[in-house]
């Protein structure tokens, strides 16, 4: 069955032989054709290569054209750092530097590089016609962050008037760009919104859900399908994403993917996920990945489910292991084998003697990479603002949990969610962004212990 056809009945809830099998292939593409992260995100050609690059290794029933969350935040003033391994992260927030937002205008088909992605979904369309193709947006919640900063989560509290206008306006820039996808002939729109971890289920439904509600009503009266993404410790608000009425939702593995599958079913929609990113498929080994699939697809089932990672695949992340994925996807016996062989994982806990023997509160901040994933950028500039008014008595430290050495830190001081904050050893903020007055004050304790 062709890719398109079988995600259509999983959206559907259609009893189905097999999931569809939609692995995010974002800055990876570049490395499957031997460039980097920017040149790849900059030149439509090269999606193109890369894309179909995954596409004859992988054998996907669906594939994003292009992971970039930070699209319309550049067209709307943003600015961005570039690395070559990582999409470009915000820098810069308009809305916290004196920019109006009455003077923010729509973006347009020729803005940025909005023709670059619509270039190269116009010329994948026609390439592989029986593909779904996903068309990703940044969600309304992530992109208002990126406009406005981390102020934000104050303004939520003391001007809520003005974070809907904000709101407002970012759905609004989500229904133009996803025209736009749609039109350049993608399949399913995919909103993005990774900030959303950060905020309770009251939050949600009154900042988030009329707007994201929004453009998922959009991209139905067009006769296309809509997935709502998110990543984090966002478990609290599954619930309310599966109310704002997408056909799909997609999560990672800080949520039990048995526990998405129960709410989503519930309530009459398809669910996706959530392949561990770089404990398996970017540091594993092809047994890893098989294992990994195997227990997705057995927890997802074959009514709703759709077997992907659970966010973007980081650039390096091994072509055997994906290749092992599409293998157990496709060959019952490959799974029969699988399930049976037991590998064990060889890493141990990163030893921590001597690592808080500085004389300084040290703040170790376990993330994905704050390079390239929005919560975990956001959380570490929140704990840096909140120390420097200490001076040199804080040391803060990222481990980033993309190398084996993070993996290891994140062992050893028992953190089991990113982004998570630990002072002195201690887990303290757990995938929310805490105000810095929360920061500064356990920092304090620790100062006068």
């Known amino acids: ?18 999931a569809p099998w939609v692995p995010f292939v974002g800055v990876h593409g570049g490395k499957l054709i031997g460039g980097d992260a920017e040149s790849y995100l900059k030149d439509a050609e090269k999606l193109v290569a890369g894309i179909s690059k995954a596409v004859e290794l992988y054998h996907p029933d669906g594939i994003p054209v292009a992971f970039d969350l930070q699209i319309e935040a550049e067209v709307l003033g943003c600015k961005l750092v570039w690395s070559k391994d990582n999409p ?15 003077s923010l205008q729509l973006p347009k088909e020729t803005d940025g590089r909005i023709p670059v992605v619509l270039d190269a979904a116009m010329t994948l369309r026609k390439k592989f016609p029986d593909l779904a193709l996903y068309g990703l947006i940044t969600g ?11 102020d934000i989560f104050m303004r939520l509290f003391e001007d809520p008037e003005y974070v809907n ?26 909103v993005v919104d990774p900030m959303t971890s950060q905020i309770d289920p009251l939050s949600f439904e009154t900042f988030v859900s ?20 998110v990543c984090g410790h966002a478990q609290q608000n599954i619930e309310v994403m599966c109310d704002c009425k997408p056909d ?29 990113l770089t404990s398996v498929l970017l540091l594993g080994n092809e047994m890893d990945a098989k294992k990994e699939t195997v227990a997705c697809l057995e927890q997802g089932g074959n009514k709703g489910f759709v077997l992907a990672p659970g966010c973007d695949l980081p650039m390096d992340t091994p072509v055997a292991n994906l290749q ?40 170790d ?40 050495d993070g993996i290891r830190m994140m062992l050893a001081l028992g953190v089991q969610n990113v982004p998570t904050t630990c002072i002195n050893g201690k887990v303290r903020f757990i995938s929310q962004i805490p105000p810095k007055v929360e920061i500064e004050e356990a920092i304090k304790n620790e100062l006068t212990e």
């Open 324 to 363: 092992a994925v599409a293998e157990i996807v496709y060959d019952d016996y490959a799974r029969q084998v699988a399930k049976e062989m037991d590998h064990q994982s060889t890493l141990e806990p990163a030893d921590l003697n001597g690592h808080f023997d500085t004389g300084k509160v040290v703040i």
């Open 88 to 102: 470009p992260a915000v820098v810069s927030h308009p809305l916290s530097e004196g920019v109006e937002l009455s």
């Open 1 to 18: 069955m062709e890719g398109y056809k079988l995600l259509e009945k999983a959206f559907h809830l259609e009893e189905l032989e097999r």
């Open 365 to 404: 901040i376990i993330t994905l990479d704050s390079a390239s994933c929005a919560p975990c950028q956001y959380m570490v500039e929140a704990v840096k603002k909140a120390s420097q008014s200490f001076g040199d008595r804080v040391m803060v430290n990222e481990h980033k949990i993309k190398d084996v």
């Open 248 to 276: 799909n939702v997609s999560i990672d593995e800080n949520i039990p993917l048995d526990y998405v599958k129960n709410v989503a079913l519930a309530k009459g929609l398809s669910f996706g996920g959530n392949m561990k």
């Open 140 to 150: 309304p919640f992530t992109l208002a962050l990126h406009l406005l900063g981390t």
């Open 165 to 190: 206008e904000l709101m407002e306006f970012c759905s609004q820039v989500g229904i133009k760009h996803a025209e736009m996808l749609m039109n350049a002939g993608c399949d399913v729109i995919a």
């Open 210 to 229: 009329p707007f994201a509600t929004k453009i998922f009503e959009f991209v139905r009266s067009q006769n296309k399908y809509s997935s709502f993404f």
